[in-house]
């Protein structure tokens, strides 16, 4: 930060001055806590901003890159799909993460690259006797209609629907790959993270949610839909439809920088594909 | 001249207060004010289903609403007897020794981040609830439970400070026409102390209505109206807590818009218990 103010202690400043000097003192230091605290780097690095998703998969991918070329400051900050489209039409940062599909509207104003795909994983407690369902129930279950494991093979007792919040692009992949413009129950629990609804579904055995393929763990099982099982292979050869794009974006017509163009040459490179596969994701370009 | 120096620095501070909220309250309403108009204040209170993101949006936060009163209620009922409780054993019961174990064990209860109160509330509470209850464990009735706890601080402090503040006169008054240390204490101590008592509560009530960290982990943050202590809900604090870190356009202002409820709500409980402390106490223990 440049702009530090100093009150000039030598400098006789007329009494009916100074209060008005010192208002302007803090609310410029108001502002630059403001700014500090969100305002984007001013270093002249590259900022990608976006999909929490796709977040830590480029910080990592970012740290490996700064690593081979020390001195590129590459800046990561996960705000959420929507923000991170809107800061690359906005020219906030020069890219932008999403993971979901860019609406018609948003297709037309960026350039976008496929780095990865994610799928979600519809998951219930171990101890639920059910194993499978149907994209229909699914749709029944968390839309609302459905409320009670005996319709679906298990015992009688009331489904706990695990949500996320509205906004964050896991519920908007789940939205569109499953609810299909019906809405999610209101009576749904809603939890700010992949991590929270694992957390959840492991301690209540009448629970359903849905996370990210890559985090499903031992303490939870994850459903097979329509009879297909969620794995890479499955999701690679197309037969498990639970799958979303995880994107970068930048404004069309308007070239890269180096360190733009460099950075999406890596992650779309050997290296950081390989890399992305590593961390449990799929590879991108075989999207249908 | 170095008196003047630090006079100046000193008013410089407090301004900075005053400016802070200022900007505070700037902000806040400046962002949430124009979605509130768009939207109209009575359909923005009263409606009662919130999906921000849908198409068309729906920006009705009564069941937040309802659930931060829910709560609230429920952490009074448990906070405000046993906070009540502990601050009369404090003054009137308690040994000396004992008094200087359970003192710094209730500062220490303050002291205890909200989030690990919430955490407590996830990994123990909620499957208790679940257990014996049924239903999926995160609940009104098990954040109200921690909530009651947290805001016992607050209550026991204020109530202990305004019972100490009885006049000896009084209560040897009392005791000169025969009454038993109980009837003291609910006959002449309680109700002289009436006032600074109820600013404890509002004050835990304030800090129970602004909570968000412990409830967002503890309280399930569903959409739906809350009509039982075993339902989960979602309260103004947890909603925004949970949804402002994705929220961009008009649901980002209908969060702050919600902010705004919450910081009117916040004000007139201040405003509350700040006339109510004014009060003085002996005047209203002449009935």
């Known amino acids: 930060m440049r702009h530090i103010i100093l009150p000039h202690s030598n400098s006789p400043i007329p009494r009916g001055g100074r209060l008005p000097a010192r208002w302007r003192r803090s609310l410029i230091l108001g502002l630059m806590l403001l700014l500090a605290a969100c305002g984007p780097s001013d270093s002249g690095g590259l900022t990608v901003t976006g999909s929490t998703s796709v977040t830590p998969f480029a910080e990592h991918l970012a740290e490996l890159y700064q690593k081979q070329h020390p001195g590129m400051a590459i800046n990561i900050q996960g705000l959420g799909s929507s923000a991170g489209i809107r800061a690359a039409l ?55 209609q459905i409320r009670s494991w005996d319709a679906l093979g298990g015992p009688p007792l009331p489904i706990t629907v695990v949500s996320r919040e509205a906004g964050s692009g896991t519920f908007s992949a789940f939205e569109e790959l499953v609810m299909k413009g019906k809405l999610i129950a209101t009576r749904a629990l809603r939890q ?18 849905y996370i990210s393929l890559g985090i499903v763990d031992p303490t939870v099982k994850a459903l097979a839909i329509d009879s297909v099982e969620p794995s890479v292979v499955h999701v690679e050869a197309g037969t498990y439809k639970l799958v979303r794009p995880f994107l970068l974006v930048w404004r069309k017509g308007q070239p890269l920088s180096p360190l733009g163009e460099a950075f999406v040459g890596y992650v779309m490179g050997t290296e950081g594909q390989s890399e992305l596969i590593k961390a449990g994701l799929v590879k991108g370009s075989t999207m249908p | 001249m170095k008196e003047r120096g630090i ?81 009369i054993f404090m003054v009137e019961l308690a040994p000396p020794r004992l008094a200087v174990l359970i003192r710094p064990a209730i500062q220490l209860l303050a002291g205890i981040p909200s989030v690990i109160y919430g955490f407590i509330g996830l990994t ?40 100490r503040a009885v006049p000896l006169a009084i209560r040897e008054g ?80 209908a969060l702050f818009a919600t902010g705004v409820v919450l910081f ?10 700040t006339t109510i402390f004014r009060r003085p106490a002996l005047s209203r223990s002449s009935t």
């Not at chain 1, 700010?192 to 949610?209: C, E, F, L, M, Y």
């Not at chain 2, 412990?214 to 959409?223: E, Q, T």
């Open chain 1, 192 to 209: 700010g993270s992949n991590g929270a609804i694992r957390q959840i579904v492991a301690q209540d055995p009448n629970a359903i949610g």
């Open chain 2, 7 to 87: 006079g100046a620095l000193l008013l410089l501070t407090a301004l900075g207060a005053l400016i802070a909220l200022g900007l505070i309250t700037y902000f806040i309403f400046q962002a949430g004010v124009p979605l509130i108009a768009r939207v109209g204040l009575w359909e923005f209170l009263s409606g009662t289903h919130w999906s921000p993101t849908s198409k068309p949006p729906q920006f009705g936060i009564l069941p937040m609403i309802v659930g931060s009163l829910w709560l609230t209620l429920g952490a009074l009922l448990i906070g405000v007897p046993l906070g009540l409780a502990v601050a």
């Open chain 1, 90 to 144: 906005d020219g906030v940062a020069e890219i932008g993460m999403s993971s979901r599909d860019l609406q018609p509207e948003e297709a037309d104003k960026l350039d976008q690259v496929v780095i990865a795909r994610d799928a979600l994983a519809v998951i219930v407690n171990p101890d639920n006797p059910v194993t499978g369902l149907s994209t229909a129930q699914i749709q029944g279950i968390f839309g609302g």
């Open chain 2, 264 to 273: 009117i709500f916040i004000m007139i409980l201040n405003g509350l218990a």
């Open chain 2, 174 to 253: 009392a005791l000169a026409l025969v009454s038993t240390h109980w009837q003291v204490i609910s006959g002449v101590i309680l109700p002289t102390a009436r006032s600074g008592i109820i600013a404890g509560i509002i004050l835990g009530m304030g800090r129970a209505l602004g909570e968000t960290m412990a409830v967002i982990m503890m309280i399930g943050n569903s959409l739906d109206l809350p009509t039982s202590p075993l339902q989960p809900a979602t309260t103004l604090t947890s909603n925004i807590g949970l949804e402002l870190a994705y929220a961009s356009g008009p649901h980002r202002e």
């Open chain 2, 124 to 163: 123990l509470l909620a499957p208790l609830v679940r257990a014996v209850f049924g239903g999926p464990g995160l609940s009104v009735l098990t954040g109200a439970i921690i909530l009651g706890f947290m805001i016992l601080p607050t209550i026991i402090a204020i109530s202990e400070d305004a019972m």
